[in-house]
C-alpha cells in the first residue's frame, strides 16, 4: 500500500476479536486528507469497533494503523495512547461537560496559550454560534450541542475527526439541517473525517466517500452514485439502497430474463442476477403482457407498484407519484440500463 503525504489516514490488516468472535477482520483502508468518509453496515458489522481502534481505545490484535502519516500501532501491536493520535471524537450524545459553558468546553482539549481564546472564538463562528460563548450546554438545542461537540473537537486541529453516529439523537426534520451544516463546517477547516452510520441516505447524502463494512470486513469504498449504481458484491447491492435481482442468462452483455433482453455494464456468461434498482423500471400499461401489477402504495414523494412476472416472481418498481395504474393492470416492464450482473 502506498502511503503519501495527502493520505490523514492509513489502516493495514486490521484485526480485532472477542473471544471467537472476529468483530474486525483484516481491515485495508485509506482516507485522503480533507475527505469525508461514511462507514455504513448493517448492525453488529464492527463499525464502532473499527472506529475505537482507529481512536485508539481498544487495541488490536493485528494490523496497522497510521494517522496523518505517524504510526499510532504498527507491527508489533504497542499503541500511542488516544490522547496523542491527534484525532477528534464526536460522540452520539454529544457529551458535552455539562458543568462547563460552550466556550470552555471548545476550549477543554487546548493548550493553555495567547491564542486559545481567539481559537475558541474561531471555532464558534465556524459553527454559527459566535454568541453562545457563556451559555450552559443544557441551553442549547441538540442540533447546537452537538455543533458544540464538533467545534470542541475540531479546536486542536486534529489529523482526523471521528463521528459515531453523529446525527441520531436529532429528529428527522433536524438531522436534514444539521447533517449539511456540519459537512460544510468540515469543509471549512478543511478536516478529514471519518463517521460512523446505519442511515444509507445520510451516507449516500453528505459523504465524499462511503465504506461499506459487512461481518468485520469492509467490502467496497466508493463515491456514493458508484457505490449505487455499481455495487462490488451482491452483498454491497442488497444492503445499500432498495435492489430487484432478477435471474437471468447472460450471453456477453445481453442478459436473457422474464423481463426480455436486458442490456449489462459487463460481459457475463451464463447464469446471474442482475441488479434493477426500483427507480429504474418503467411501467407501460400493455392488456397483452403476462406482467401484471399485484400491490400499489402510495408514499407522496413517489409511488411503489409490485409487478407480478410472467414466471411468478415479483419486481418492485418506484414510479413518479402521478402514475396511477391500479393494480390488476397488465403492464409492460422496461428497465434503464445498462445494468450491473452478478455470477449466480
Ligand atoms: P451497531 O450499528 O449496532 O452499533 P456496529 O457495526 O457498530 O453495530 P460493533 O459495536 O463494532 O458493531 O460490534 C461488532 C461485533 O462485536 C458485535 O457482534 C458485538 O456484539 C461485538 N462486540 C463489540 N464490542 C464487544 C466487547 N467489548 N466484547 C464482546 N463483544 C463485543
Not at 493485528?62 to 504510526?71: H, K
Not at 441538540?142 to 453516529?165: F, M, N, S, T
Not at 409511488?303 to 410472467?310: A, I, K, P, Y
Amino acid at each position: 500500500m502506498i502511503t503519501t503525504d495527502t493520505t490523514a489516514l492509513t489502516i493495514q490488516r486490521l484485526s480485532r476479536r472477542y473471544g471467537s468472535l472476529i468483530a474486525v477482520r483484516d481491515v485495508n483502508l485509506e482516507l485522503e486528507a480533507g475527505k469525508f468518509m461514511a462507514l455504513l453496515g448493517p448492525s453488529g458489522c464492527g463499525k464502532t469497533t473499527l472506529l475505537r481502534l482507529i481512536a485508539g481505545f481498544e487495541q488490536p490484535d493485528n494490523g496497522v494503523i497510521m494517522i496523518g502519516g505517524r504510526t499510532v500501532v504498527g507491527p508489533c501491536g504497542a499503541g500511542i495512547p488516544p490522547e496523542q493520535r491527534r484525532v477528534g471524537m464526536v460522540f452520539q450524545d454529544y457529551a458535552l461537560f455539562p458543568h462547563l459553558s460552550v466556550a470552555q468546553n471548545v476550549a477543554y482539549g487546548l493548550p493553555r496559550s495567547p491564542d486559545r481564546e481567539a481559537r475558541v472564538q474561531e471555532l464558534l463562528t465556524l459553527v454559527g454560534l459566535a454568541d453562545a460563548g457563556r451559555r450552559m450546554p443544557h441551553e442549547l438545542s441538540g442540533g447546537q450541542q452537538q455543533r458544540v461537540a464538533l467545534a470542541r473537537a475540531l479546536a486542536p486541529r486534529p489529523a482526523l475527526i471521528l463521528l459515531d453516529e453523529p446525527f441520531s439523537n436529532l429528529d428527522a426534520g433536524l438531522r436534514l439541517a444539521v447533517r449539511n451544516e456540519v459537512r460544510q463546517i468540515l469543509r471549512r477547516e478543511g478536516a478529514t473525517a471519518l463517521f460512523v452510520t446505519h442511515d444509507q441516505e445520510e451516507a449516500l447524502s453528505i459523504a465524499d466517500l462511503v465504506g461499506v463494512m459487512i461481518g468485520g470486513q469492509i467490502v467496497q469504498v466508493a463515491p456514493p452514485r458508484e457505490l449505487y449504481e455499481r455495487p462490488a458484491t451482491r452483498a454491497v447491492a442488497a444492503f445499500v439502497g432498495e435492489t430487484n435481482f432478477v435471474p437471468a442468462e447472460a450471453h456477453g452483455s445481453v442478459a436473457q430474463s422474464p423481463l426480455g433482453p436486458l442490456p449489462l455494464l459487463t460481459p457475463h456468461h451464463g447464469p446471474v442476477q442482475v441488479m434493477i434498482r426500483p427507480e429504474a423500471i418503467e411501467l407501460t400499461v400493455d392488456e397483452d403482457s403476462p406482467h401484471q401489477i399485484v400491490e400499489r402504495n402510495y408514499f407522496g414523494a413517489n409511488v411503489r407498484c409490485d409487478v407480478r412476472l410472467s414466471d411468478g416472481s415479483l419486481i418492485s418498481a418506484r414510479l413518479a407519484p402521478w402514475h396511477d395504474v391500479p393494480p390488476g393492470s397488465r403492464v409492460r416492464v422496461s428497465a434503464r440500463g445498462p445494468l450491473v450482473a452478478f455470477a449466480d
